[in-house]
């Protein structure tokens, strides 16, 4: 919205170059307004990433242990994704802590999930 608003405008008032900024203007506020703060602070979007992924390894671990016993295939399933996302070694370690905790018959998923 904001970008149609500060194209418009920037033509109006500039020409073809204001046109360019105020499409680059209001691009950068509408993700402000979609995206939060989160949008223009890398390291916001670092914790998000973070996040995510503890979700993402937890959620795994409960479903491979739902039917009672986590499976080979399922171990196998979950190193492919890891490699295929390009985990770096100390994150796959981080990983494999998450789906083990994700596993363990006692750990409640809605705190994980209400964090994301």
């Not at 390291?43 to 990433?49: D, G, M, P, T, V």
């Not at 409960?62 to 490699?83: C, P, R």
């Amino acid at each position: 919205m904001f970008k149609l608003i500060g194209f418009i405008a920037g033509y109006y008032f500039f020409g073809f170059f204001g046109a360019l900024l105020g499409l680059f203007i209001g691009s950068f506020l509408d993700r402000i307004r979609v995206y939060g703060a989160g949008a223009i602070n890398p390291l916001q979007n670092a914790l998000r990433q973070a996040v995510f992924l503890e979700t993402v390894f937890i959620s795994m671990g409960k479903l491979a242990k739902a039917d009672g016993h986590v499976s080979q295939h399922e171990i196998d399933h979950v190193e492919l994704y890891v490699q295929k996302i390009g985990m770096s070694v100390e994150h796959r370690s981080q990983a494999i802590v998450w789906f083990k905790q994700g596993a363990a018959a006692a750990f409640d998923l809605t705190p994980t999930y209400q964090k994301l």
